[in-house]
């Protein structure tokens, strides 16, 4: 992350997203005099074709319209669980404009996208489209303008005002992601260098985390006066990042280790450990302290 926020917050975009529903299990160590397998390398990613065009085109009658101005129309109706508000879903689709070019497909990469549905991960016009589908369906939508990038467009691929066309396919639906609420309190503050300040909020009995591991972390970020900036929350999972390697703010380097899985505190950052007078317009202003609830969830 490298001293950038460390969840762009406030997305609302398609393409920002390349979490995976599950994380892969760690690997059993061999036994004691075991013999290794030899390594095998694997298959280069198959190259997937982008669909030119919708795989169907209901007449006008057959559209529905909601009262947001959002079309929308099943091409096939799925049989498996919709998803509810924040639930991790798994989504193919392709975009093209009024004129007909693609200028996006979930088909460019190797799996299909995943992001949570409400959490202001996608434009509004695919919340609102795919919250009401089951798993297993496909659906058109064609979203106007103000349910996605309204009159400034995203050049240079979507122009403004612009009515878009998508073809969706909800591949799957996964757990339920918390919201993140209002920042907690804490009484016994421990104060370290540099300024940053410390509070337990739950122990936890598992590995403890030291400079040069792999650890992953769920999170909300405050400002000062209760403003959530930034949250994990709103992505399909945890975070991962190496510890004492700068990649995340000093505060946070700092604060995370000696931590142990299941461990959750409560850091109160102060600017010189943070984004100091620079700050990360808009979100976080120049010379502010934040307030990050931070989870331990594994250490490698």
Excluded: C
């Amino acid at each position: 992350m490298n001293r950038a926020p460390l969840a762009a917050a406030g997305l609302a975009v398609v393409l920002a997203l390349g979490a995976v529903l599950t994380w892969p299990a760690a690997p059993t160590p061999p036994e004691p005099g075991a013999r290794m397998p030899a390594p095998t390398v694997a298959p280069p990613p198959t190259k997937r074709q982008i669909p030119t065009r919708p795989s169907g085109m209901p007449p006008v009658e057959d559209w529905t319209v909601s009262e947001t101005g959002l079309g929308w129309v099943d091409l096939q109706v799925g049989d498996g669980t919709s998803p509810q508000e924040r639930s991790v879903v798994s989504v193919e689709y392709t975009g093209w404009l009024e004129s007909g070019r693609v200028f996006d497909s979930s088909y460019k990469k190797a799996e299909p996208l995943q992001f949570v549905i409400g959490a202001g991960n996608v434009v509004k016009g695919w919340d609102e489209g795919i919250a009401s589908m089951k798993a297993g369906g496909k659906r058109l939508l064609r979203v106007p303008p103000e349910l996605h990038y309204g009159p400034m467009g995203r050049p240079p691929r979507i122009p403004p005002n612009a009515t878009l066309l998508f073809e969706v396919e909800l591949v799957a639906v996964g757990p339920v992601r918390p919201a993140p609420g209002d920042p907690p309190s804490a009484e016994n503050w421990e104060t370290r260098d540099g300024g940053l300040e410390v509070a337990v909020l739950a122990d936890g009995p598992g590995t403890l985390a030291k400079s040069g591991d792999t650890v992953r972390v769920e999170y909300s970020g405050w400002l000062e006066d209760g403003t959530l900036f930034d949250s994990s929350l709103h992505g399909v999972g945890p975070i991962e990042f190496t510890l004492g390697r700068r990649a995340v703010i000093q505060g946070w380097d700092q604060g995370i280790e000696g931590m142990r899985t299941g461990e959750k505190r409560l850091l109160r950052i102060p600017p010189s450990l943070a984004y100091g007078s620079r700050g990360f317009p808009p979100v976080i202003g120049a010379d502010a302290t934040l307030l990050f609830e931070v989870e331990l969830i594994e250490v490698r």
